[in-house]
């Protein structure tokens, strides 16, 4: 249930970045679109706490790798789209 919520949130966090990019009021788009991504890391803590109390050890180490890439790329991609739409703002 984390997992696709996480997923879903994430891709409207890019959504966001993107919007960032494209309109006015690049401020909003920009909080609104961290915000969307740290909710979505903070969901996959807790999907891997959730296993964890059900001592689904073996799912946590089949999938660490692939969560901790993901997250990576996540926050990366949305700092980046945040961070040109923040300088175009700067800029005009």
């Not at 249930?1 to 966090?13: A, E, K, Q, R, T």
């Not at 494209?22 to 969307?36: A, D, H, I, N, V």
């Amino acid at each position: 249930m984390y997992n696709i919520l996480s997923l879903i949130l994430g891709l409207l966090s890019w959504g966001m970045g993107i919007a960032a990019v494209c309109q006015k009021g690049r401020f909003q788009y920009c909080f609104g679109s961290m915000t969307l991504c740290g909710t979505a890391l903070v969901l996959q803590l807790l999907e891997v706490s959730r296993r964890a109390g059900i001592s689904d050890f073996s799912a946590i180490q089949d999938t660490a790798s692939a969560v901790s890439n993901a997250a990576v790329i996540l926050l990366a991609v949305t700092v980046l789209l945040n961070g040109i739409a923040l300088l175009r703002d700067s800029g005009s």
